[in-house]
């Protein structure tokens, strides 16, 4: 009889970390590609998930810039350095291998609170609940996304679709589908490049695209949410000569902004 095969989930990757050589090793799952490589949001949580085996009891991650250097073809080698344990914040460098070929680096800080005077918010937009959103993936479109995005229930607050916008512009409401990945600072970071480049609206016709860098910036200890929404946002700000720049925001359900972000895309549009 034939049995459907588990879909694996982030809590499923994370799970099968094992220690090899100087670092940890871990398969990656069909479903969780995009095109030639896996997905960026999941090669980001590897390297953060890296750092975190290899030094334990680090404080809060603060702030991450990866680098996406080359495509994750294969079961990439997860190394970490810790390159300086201050008294309030340590700095671990991460890295991503295929053999002796590095597809992805990673600076992560990760800080102690402190008290301090100054409390500045940027409330979430409003937004309608989950339940009302349209999926942002139309079910005749299913095929015609990347295979990764199916592990995200994704549903469209604002702005526009890839090729049916007038504006660089993408909000909407996303979560794991798996329930056990909704969780931690990992998983968040597994999400936050859930959205196609904010410039993808403004395409008159597909055109590939790549992520090249990303700035992750954690305005919180311990990232929480209703039922794993996150209501994700990315802006364009500028694009030319083939690359564009976007501004990434992240809220809870409670309107709290939880990470902000910058990220640079190149576009293949020629």
């Known amino acids: 009889m034939d049995q459907t095969k588990k879909i694996c989930g982030w809590a499923d990757i994370r799970t099968s970390l094992h220690a090899e050589d100087k670092g940890y090793r871990v398969d990656i799952p069909e479903n969780w590609r995009q095109g030639r490589t896996a997905y960026g949001g999941l090669t980001a949580a590897l390297m953060l998930a890296g750092a975190s085996e290899q030094f334990e009891g680090l404080p809060p991650l603060r702030s991450a810039l990866i680098n996406f250097v080359g495509p994750v073809t294969d079961s990439p080698l997860l190394t970490a350095n810790l390159e300086r344990q201050g008294r309030n914040v340590t700095s671990v460098s991460a890295g991503a291998y295929i053999g002796e ?3 992805g680096r990673a ?6 609170a402190r008290e301090s005077k100054i409390n500045v918010d940027f409330p979430a937009p409003e937004a309608i609940p989950p339940e009302d959103a349209e999926l942002f993936t139309p079910e005749a479109a299913h095929g015609m996304v990347p295979h990764f995005f199916h592990n995200f229930d994704t549903r469209l607050i604002a702005g526009a679709r890839p090729m049916m916008g ?5 909000r909407t409401w996303s979560r794991h589908k798996d329930p056990a990945s909704r969780t931690g600072v990992e998983s968040l970071l597994c999400i936050g490049d859930v959205l196609p480049p904010a410039a993808m609206p403004l395409l008159k016709s597909f055109a590939p695209v790549s992520s090249m860098s990303w700035m992750f910036n954690l305005l919180t200890n311990t990232p929480e949410t209703e039922d794993g929404w996150w209501q994700v946002e990315s802006r364009l700000t500028a694009a030319r000569g083939g690359y564009s720049s976007q501004v990434m925001r992240i809220w809870s359900t409670a309107g709290e ?3 902000e972000g910058l990220q640079s895309i190149a576009i293949f549009d020629s």
């Open 257 to 259: 902004l939880v990470v």
């Open 107 to 112: 600076d992560f800080l990760f800080g102690t």
């Open 101 to 103: 070929q590095a597809v």
């Open 166 to 170: 007038d504006e660089g512009y993408i």
